[in-house]
């Protein structure tokens, strides 16, 4: 810490860090500028990012594009309000989403963070029944596995170890969580339980192919499909939240289209502007935005954050959709995937790992146990000149799409080399 600016030192009494028990944890790596995949350190050394900044920086960190589409807005106007003011970035952004997306997911209501973005699918969810006159649907049914955001609503439809259920018993509202439906089993349960409780049943939340933070578990569309047709089945209806797979992390634009499953809402956060200012979206087909059109302000969606729709986000948002169109973004994703298939695939013979799996721009090492000294781990991919941030028993890559080859074999070597020195 001796050479650690002053920035850092002092701020380090004041702030209050993520997931951090702040009295055992070392201090955050010092980062003075970003590159393409790297971080630039306040000693003058650079970092390989395996993560792209929790999933956000798809076309790697400074893109010339975002950063002149940011600067022409900056100057043409900052932010105004939403409720009674339009402007350009955000009628066009949800023109070119609404066209994205498939099926008639063509509405789309804009906010600043992913966890809002939920809470705005499952209000709009509950809203829709009662709009249509069914006053018993309060509940959103949800995954073990599942990560949806860290607000209360949001955790309230978490992994229920994960989302800490227990320990906020009194604060959170319940609502069912039960096992995605991958096998005979676990569909047999999720039908049972609509037969009896669908009716109470708002909607079904799921992360479509890859539930993130709840440990980089994959299922496979057909799991999608199943929900599908029981939403079909019990008049429910179906959520995907898309916001760590949107923009091709999975390998196509959008989780949703591998599966060939429409949901009735998606929503969007991340890499919508290619990690450049926080934006997300809640998008609903026409089928759930037609029960709120009507003559009765009562039906109209009361929710607006402030800085709902922010122009230099939407502004950087279309630019980072402009790069999705002009550069060849997915088949980056299918070379990364290669990549990480060959590279990560020597670890699943060493004495730690349980699993190797991998699908579009996630790699993933699972282990049999999370790692004793996990500080260590941490400070040893550090030494290794990468930045991968291991959670639970989960080594992981999501790097930028832009990623060159030299950097993504740093990443994976130092990932064969911490892992090979772990016990079994
Ligand atoms: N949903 C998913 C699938 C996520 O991965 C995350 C964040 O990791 C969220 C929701 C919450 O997003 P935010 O952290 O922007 O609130």
Redo the contacts with the bound molecule.
């Keep these: 810490m001796s050479d650690a600016p002053g920035w850092l030192t002092e701020g380090l009494g004041h702030i209050w860090l993520p997931y951090t028990q702040m009295r055992t944890a070392g201090p955050p790596l010092p980062v003075t500028a970003t590159s393409g995949t790297r971080l630039r350190l306040a000693d003058g050394r650079e970092l390989v990012d395996g993560i792209a900044s929790?999933?956000t920086a798809c076309h790697g960190y400074n893109h010339p594009h975002l950063l002149a589409a940011l600067q022409a807005q900056a100057e043409a106007m900052p932010h105004v309000m939403f409720g009674g003011l339009g402007h350009e970035p955000a009628y066009r952004l949800a023109t070119r989403l609404a066209g994205m997306l498939p099926g008639d997911l063509t509405r789309v209501f804009l906010a600043e963070?992913?966890?809002?973005?939920?809470e705005v699918a499952m209000k709009m969810a509950v809203q829709y029944w009662l709009n249509k006159g069914e006053r018993g649907r309060y509940k959103i049914l949800a995954f073990t596995g599942?990560?949806?955001?860290?607000?209360i609503a949001?955790m309230a439809v978490c992994d229920p170890e994960e989302g800490m259920h227990a320990k906020f018993r009194g604060l959170l509202p319940e609502h069912p969580v039960l096992p995605l439906p991958r096998d005979a089993e676990s569909l047999e349960t999720l039908d049972q339980f609509l037969a009896q409780q669908g009716h109470r049943i708002a909607a079904m939340l799921v992360?479509p192919l890859v539930?993130?933070?709840g440990g980089m578990l994959f299922h496979d569309a057909v799991v999608l499909r199943r929900l599908r047709e029981l939403a079909d089945r019990y008049g429910i209806l179906l959520i995907f939240?898309?916001?760590?797979?949107g923009f091709g992390r999975t390998g196509t634009m959008f989780a949703c289209e591998a599966a060939g499953v429409v949901p009735d809402i998606v929503?969007l956060?991340?890499a919508l502007t290619g990690g450049v200012l926080?934006l997300?979206a809640a998008i609903a087909s026409a089928r759930v935005f037609d029960a709120f059109w009507s003559e009765d302000p009562n039906a109209a969606l009361m929710h607006g954050p402030t800085y709902m729709g922010h122009a230099l986000a939407c502004a950087v948002a279309n630019a980072s959709l402009d790069l999705f169109e002009t550069e060849p973004r997915l088949q980056q994703v299918a070379a990364i995937s290669a990549a990480l298939h060959q590279g990560l695939e020597p670890c699943r013979a060493m004495p730690a790992v349980a699993d190797v799996r991998v699908l579009g721009a996630i790699g993933v090492v699972e282990l049999k146990q999370a790692p004793a000294d996990l500080r260590g781990l941490k400070e040893k991919l550090v030494e290794q000149g990468v930045w991968i941030r291991p959670f639970g028993r989960i080594l992981y890559l999501t790097p930028s799409f832009t990623i060159g080859e030299e950097d993504l074999e740093r990443l994976m070597a130092a990932i064969r080399t911490v892992t090979a020195g772990l016990p079994g």
């Design positions: 929790w999933w963070s992913g966890s809002v973005s939920v599942g990560y949806h955001g860290d607000t949001t992360e539930q993130g933070a939240d898309e916001i760590f797979t929503t956060s991340k926080p997300s």
